[in-house]
């Protein structure tokens, strides 16, 4: 098998050249982590083979357009070693603060879920292939369909290609801007996720309060039998009321994490 791969790997560099090889697979190192955390693209719903067939399409439309007058590429094991890192440091940067988004919503369907009771219960989320409970796992369905809706898989595209103007592939980019602005995302999601479940949360509360009250005024009601089918009713009805809301609070924040993505990056 390995003379087989050494023969393979000549008749590639021989058949395109050295640097166009060398160009691609720089290209899919930073397209990779895009199918591992970016949303759609990561997505469980997608076979692991389709997503790996669309990462080396991808790679093979924007290896030509982005080595396109660029120096030529080094081709010693530390220079390629060096390079590789640092695509796949930079895809992974733009991906994260892409996912900072759905990981929101994930945590905001999850704070729900304990609120109203439905945690009790698990689901498989078919987006991110981890056990869930209810509302976390429509929440994300949500997402997905809205970032289909909108044409998010085109903006992703985009910004990726853009990232091409900002960092080259014989640049390499600012640590303290990738660390900061990995941060950032890290805590936007928990300040989104609160902004989007925070109306239903303040109600739930006040009915929990209210609950309460009854039961020292009423001490012989069942409070249990009465309390949580009225917390399952309150809480649907007005996760229904407030979802047109967030459907366009996740279409406005996803064009703000493209942009968010790329000034996370700065040639060092």
């Known amino acids: 098998m390995g003379p087989q791969l050494q023969t393979s790997a000549q008749q590639l560099i021989s058949e395109f050249g050295a640097q166009r090889v060398l160009s691609f697979f720089l290209v899919l190192a930073r397209i990779s982590?895009?199918?591992?955390?970016?949303?759609?693209?990561?997505?469980?719903?997608?076979?692991?083979?389709?997503?790996?067939?669309?990462a080396i399409g991808l790679s093979i439309g924007l290896s030509p357009v982005v080595t396109a007058g660029h120096a030529a590429l080094p081709?010693?094991?530390l220079g390629i070693g060096s390079l590789i890192a640092k695509e796949l440091l930079i895809g992974a940067a733009f991906s994260y603060a892409l996912a900072a988004t759905f990981a929101a919503l994930a945590v905001a369907g999850s704070l729900l879920d304990t609120t109203i009771g439905f945690s009790y219960g698990g689901l498989v989320d078919p987006v991110n292939g981890n056990q869930s409970a209810v509302l976390s796992t429509a929440y994300s369905m949500i997402g997905l369909m809205v970032f289909i809706a909108i044409g998010g898989d085109a903006w992703?595209?985009?910004?990726?290609?853009?990232?091409y103007e900002i960092v080259g592939l014989l640049d390499y980019p600012s640590l303290?801007?990738?660390?900061?602005?990995?941060?950032?995302?890290?805590?936007?999601?928990?300040?989104?996720?609160?902004?989007?479940?925070?109306?239903?949360l303040l109600s739930l509360i006040l009915t929990d309060a209210a609950f309460g009250v009854i039961t020292r005024v009423v001490p012989s009601l069942n409070v249990f039998q009465v309390g949580l089918p009225a917390k399952v009713v309150i809480g649907l009805v007005l996760i229904g009321a407030t979802m047109p809301f967030v459907?366009?609070?996740?279409?406005?924040?996803?064009?703000?994490?493209?942009?968010a993505?790329?000034?996370?990056?700065?040639?060092?």
Not at 39 to 44: A, I, Q, V, W
Not at 261 to 268: D, E, G, I, K
């Open 33 to 54: 982590p895009l199918f591992l955390l970016a949303p759609l693209f990561s997505s469980k719903l997608v076979p692991m083979r389709v997503r790996g067939i669309c």
């Open 75 to 77: 081709t010693d094991v």
């Open 156 to 163: 992703v595209i985009s910004g990726l290609a853009r990232t």
């Open 176 to 200: 303290g801007h990738l660390v900061a602005g990995t941060g950032a995302a890290f805590v936007q999601i928990f300040a989104s996720a609160i902004e989007v479940a925070g109306p239903v």
């Open 247 to 259: 459907a366009g609070w996740i279409g406005d924040q996803l064009q703000a994490d493209v942009g």
């Open 261 to 268: 993505a790329l000034q996370t990056l700065r040639v060092a």
